[in-house]
């Protein structure tokens, strides 16, 4: 599965459609980029995301420049980071796997981005460890504008439920965890879900983990030449939350 797959002849049978798709993935994929098979099919099509750091930067009146910083809860092969690094901020990126660590430091240097960046290991189910409480202490000392995450769907599997549920189908935790997770570190929360997402399972799951608090949900469907690539759901909570 860590295996860097660079070549037309690595991408056999139901991964052809996926090189065929290499520079929506990555415009400067031609210059080196790195994937590994799973990055493949989960790295965020660039015009995506630069489409959600547009709509981030409005929405929580962020700066460019690196007074701006964002928590990057599943970099992967660093598509979504790249587009935030371009922006001039500083972006903390987390994975739990090294190899695509090495991937997203790798292809931001090929875009020439890597300035702003760092890169932490991060199990993010293993909050009771003492790696990840120093991590977690650390990343508090940081302070960080937004947490940003576009979490694992289940690989392209996720297409084949009529309703993507973010309680029952999400990893590595259902979405009140996740949300509960991310608010330890800011109050404004951005998650990139599967297109075909229960918007009001959002709406019960905010309601149920913030009672009496008052939040904004956005919900903004992105598209790609005519096709839906998922969701962008913005959450900004107001006032001190106890999670």
Known sequence: MDEILMGKQQLQG???????????????????????RELWFSVTP????????EII????????????SVL????????????????GWRVLACDNNETHLNCTRHNAQIYGVDRHL????????????AEYKLFHSMISIKKVDFVFGSPPWGGPTYKNNTTFSAERDLLPFP?????????????????FLPRNIAVNELVSVSEDIFPGAEVDLRVVHLSLSGYSKGVLALWTVHGGVNV
């Open 46 to 53: 660039e015009l995506i995301s630069e489409r959600m750091a």
């Open 175 to 191: 979405l009140h965890k996740l949300l509960q997770l991310s608010l330890e570190f800011s109050n404004k929360v951005a998650l």
């Open 14 to 36: 139901e991964m052809r459609k996926y090189w065929r798709q290499r520079h929506n993935l990555f415009t400067k994929y031609d210059n080196g980029c790195l994937m590994t």
């Open 72 to 87: 990057d809860m599943f970099c992967g092969g660093g598509g979504d980071s790249i587009s935030f690094l371009k922006r």
């Open 118 to 129: 760092e890169t932490f290991l991060v199990d993010w189910t293993g909050s009771e460890s």
């Open 57 to 68: 930067q409005q929405e929580y009146d962020l700066e460019l420049g690196e007074n701006t």
